[in-house]
């Protein structure tokens, strides 16, 4: 997370707030900790990760919300990757390996947010 994309940008976590790890990121030895330490910076923590069940992204993600009755929550999910489930569609901002999250991907997570 770029420092010019968070600075401005804690009024994204009003209310309550869940950072859910569903990164590859978690199976690369040191990297979850990484993330960790960077949103820590922030006064954020990773809640929890998703599951492993299968190679389905989107899956996993539908799984950990349902798991806690949060099927009908605002959500966003930020990623790399693209295999989100049709439905998640309106809710994904695709970032990038290489670029990581960036100031235009934290406004349109923002405008996700707080559309109704």
């Known amino acids: 997370m770029h420092p010019e994309a968070s600075q401005d940008r804690r009024g994204l976590l009003a209310g309550p707030t869940h950072i859910v790890l569903s990164s590859t990121w978690r199976f690369v030895p040191g990297l ?63 970032t990038s390996m290489k670029g990581g999250l960036m100031d235009h991907h934290m406004e349109k997570a923002i405008e996700i947010l707080k559309s109704d």
């Open 32 to 94: 979850e900790k990484t993330v960790s330490d960077k949103l820590q910076e922030f006064g954020l923590k990773i809640e929890s990760s998703t599951d492993t069940q299968g190679d389905h992204r989107g899956m996993q993600i539908k799984r950990w919300l349902a798991a806690r009755g949060l099927e009908n929550a605002r959500f966003v999910i930020l990623d790399d990757d693209s295999d989100m489930l049709p439905e998640q569609l309106p809710f994904f901002v695709q």
